[in-house]
């Protein structure tokens, strides 16, 4: 059978083409709408050479045009990979060299940093002028296992890596999460999380597989989003903790109905008791959640039995999905022995992009290995602990520590290492701990603020007036720096 991302689009577009598909800043299109819109767009693409197997990457912030242009080079044949708005053109230049797209769809607020080279540009204005036009439409042959998205991601590498998805895999990802994981009402989801992101491009494509109807916000505001629950009775949000905790804490929130919110999945941080009760007697169960970009997004989600007896787990075993903990041979431990979280199951990435050796490390016999450590209790649920990989998780978002070094590096500077320093708003934000040849504050921020996005400049730095502590191996103990600077430490004077 035809497992494909625009087979599906197209049969909900006849099987009810007057349902809202998209609402955004105001505006509403059916799937009918969407559907001739997104023919006209991926015509005009053929129109400037694209082929199957082209990639369009997209550097837009959220909105209409973002997924019109997302949709079009999939039913073209072809490959859309979103880049992060954040990034500065220097990490756009590097991610833009290694997916040589055939197009870029830039808006006017980051075309000056796009440099094309190559490739065609093409703005949202001009997606926006093909809302309306003639008929337009191109039908290709695609087939299940043909590679449909890139998301770009930091990880844990000095370089962000594009995340390869198959039209398969989307689509038994959202059948999964469908079945397990069952609505109450129609497909009402709020998103609010950037669409490069697996957090934006996922949970979208999920709405429109199932018929559902999309709220896509620009970026995350508290009453708008608690607004949008209320008036909209979206009954879907995935976010980090602090998206509820922003809207518990507004005014409104103590009279505002939101019983109708069948599913709110939060990952990345802890959910604290205070904030699951405040939901909780809205009627409203916080449930945490695994995953990462490379499942998809969501691996496995705590129950709605267990969110509240064990708000600290985030799920087990799931249907057609298995989690484990394994040693560093890879053997499966028993329950209460920490080790790394694997898992298996529908949604799982090909691939990185041309990186077959990360690929090969990160799959292995079936299992996606993490990278995070974890430990399972007697009931088969787990808790994550700590990462395996040098990431650090400031607001939901990604930052690789190994990648900000590098930047600092460039300045010439001796040892660097970059930990994770507590933050009240963020959660956490990067600290550098620098040694020799160290640049002035002002100099170092300003350089890290020209070649990284701005979430991933550090916050906090510390000078060493001695050679950083050092493992066996010879790596920097970043155990020890975190002993001496992190956790509950007293925090230098913030730089930014």
Not at 169 to 185: F, R
Not at 340 to 369: F, K, S
Request: hydrophobic share 45%.
């Amino acid at each position: 059978m035809p497992m494909t991302i625009d087979h599906a689009f197209r049969w909900w577009a006849g099987e009810h083409p007057d349902r809202v598909m998209l609402a955004c800043a105001g505006r509403r299109v059916t799937y009918a709408q969407l559907d001739a819109w997104v023919g006209r767009v991926a015509s005009h693409f053929c129109d400037l050479g694209f082929v199957p197997g082209d990639r369009v990457a997209i550097v837009a912030e959220n909105g209409m045009e973002w997924v019109v242009a997302m949709l079009a080079a999939i039913r073209a044949g072809g490959i859309s990979a979103g880049l992060s708005t954040r990034m500065v053109a220097s990490e756009l230049d590097w991610m833009i060299a290694d997916y040589t797209p055939r197009i870029i769809v830039s808006d006017p607020t980051n075309i000056a940093k796009v440099n094309p080279g190559g490739a065609n540009l093409v703005t949202t204005e001009t997606i926006m002028g093909l809302l309306t036009g003639d008929s337009r439409d191109i039908k290709l042959p695609q087939a299940d296992d043909d590679i449909a998205i890139l998301v770009t991601t930091s990880g844990s590498t000095a370089r962000p890596k594009g995340v390869m998805f198959t039209n398969r895999a989307i689509c038994e990802h959202n059948m999964w999460q469908v079945v397990s994981d069952p609505l109450t009402g129609p497909y009402r989801r709020l998103l609010v999380a950037p669409m490069s992101t697996s957090a934006g491009t996922i949970p979208f494509l999920h709405t429109l597989l199932s018929g559902g109807t999309a709220y896509l916000e620009a970026k995350f505001d508290a009453a708008e989003a608690l607004r949008l629950i209320v008036e909209e009775k979206v009954n879907f949000i995935t976010g980090a903790p602090i998206f509820f905790q922003r809207m518990a804490d507004l005014p409104e929130f103590a009279d505002a109905d939101v019983s109708h919110l069948d599913i709110a999945h939060t990952g990345g941080a802890t959910v604290v008791q205070p904030l699951l009760e405040k939901w909780e007697k809205k009627g409203v169960i916080l449930r945490q959640m695994f995953g990462q970009t490379e499942s998809g997004g969501t691996g496995v989600i705590n129950s709605r039995a267990h969110a509240l007896t064990r708000p600290d787990k985030c799920g087990g075993t799931m249907m057609f999905t298995d989690i484990g903990i394994v040693d560093d041979a890879g053997n499966f431990l028993a329950a209460g022995e920490t080790g790394e979280i694997v898992l298996r199951g529908p949604g799982m990435m090909a691939g990185y992009w041309n990186n077959p050796q990360a690929t090969a490390e990160a799959l292995r016999d079936g299992w996606l290995y993490t990278g995070d450590i974890g430990v399972m209790d007697e009931l088969g649920l787990v808790k994550m602990i700590d990462r395996k990989k040098d990431i650090i998780i400031s607001g939901g978002l990604n930052i690789s520590a190994a990648e900000v070094e590098r930047v600092i590096l460039e300045l010439g500077v001796e040892e660097v290492a970059v930990i994770a320093a507590r933050d009240e708003r963020f959660g956490e934000v990067p600290m550098a701990v620098v040694h020799g040849n160290v640049p002035d504050t002002a100099a170092l921020v300003a350089y890290c603020c020209e070649n990284l996005s701005d979430f991933k400049v550090p916050r906090y730095l510390i000078h060493s007036d001695t050679p950083l502590p050092r493992l066996a191996s010879g790596k920097i103990s970043k155990p020890a720096l975190r002993q001496s600077h992190g956790g509950d430490k007293p925090l230098p004077p913030r730089i930014r």
